[in-house]
């Protein structure tokens, strides 16, 4: 058997997550999915909309996925690989050339990701604020601050 | 074989949607979740954030799901109940008693939905700038057209 790994984050699950856990499927017969904990989040600065539990919960219920384990750590793929007797270790296009020294433990492979959708993008469209330059905003809001301490 | 039925708009897809999902599963054998389309929605003056293609198929890579359909119009539930051979309708309990003349055709049960968690409270979490009063800050607006008109 055939087994595959990736790695990632899966906030607000979308069509591009699906489609690369479907690409990654497609190239073997069981696919392990690790994904982030807000903790391993938190050490990189990152903060997602959905926690730890939901996420893993919604990605281990997508009918291509086979297994999930949590990522808490940058330095845990080696022993994942191994220990999981991994053939592929498969990430988007965007890690592209940044796994490659993991090519000692099995193949590495870097899929292309959907143009236009990301939890990212998908943020972005909840609200029109975000079309405003924040930083025009903030200018506005001094010099009326300055005014309004002027009239006090 | 038993088969269920429940229909929804599946947004932002979460693990309310999902356990709703399996609660039904569990009721029999074949779960069938009609997915409103985005006509549909904008008949009611709703407005999705993902699009009917990516919820329907998000929604069909669900483990529990065996079969979609689309949800276009109120009045097609009868003959959707019919042609799949559907033995139990299900919703949430948001829509209690809302669905019971087809009781005539199958059973129908409402779910209980999980507390604190919708697509709408996803939304609001996105953005401090929900926490603003939208209406404090027309106010404010005004106040401040009608100084710079003054000024001019």
Redesign the interface.
């Given at each position: 058997m055939k087994k595959i790994i990736t790695y990632g984050t899966f906030d607000?699950?979308?069509?591009g997550h699906?489609k690369l856990l479907q690409r990654l499927k497609n190239l073997g017969d069981h696919l392990t999915v690790a994904v982030s904990t807000d903790e391993f989040n938190a050490s990189k600065g990152k903060k997602t909309?959905?926690k730890f539990e939901?996420r893993i919960?919604?990605v281990s219920?997508?009918?291509?996925v086979d297994a999930v384990i949590a990522e808490d750590s940058w330095d845990q793929k080696e022993a994942d690989i191994i220990s999981n007797n991994i053939s592929v270790f498969g990430m988007g296009s965007d890690w592209e050339g940044k796994f490659d020294d993991l090519n000692k433990y099995c193949k590495v492979v870097y899929l292309p990701r959907t143009e236009g959708?990301s939890s990212t993008e998908?943020?972005k469209?909840?609200?029109p604020?975000?079309k405003v330059n924040i930083n025009e905003l903030k200018r506005a809001l001094d010099i009326?601050s300055s005014i309004v301490e002027q009239l006090d």
């Open positions: 607000l699950f979308h069509t699906l909309i959905i939901d919960k919604i219920n997508i009918k291509c959708i998908i943020k469209s909840l609200h604020i975000d009326m």
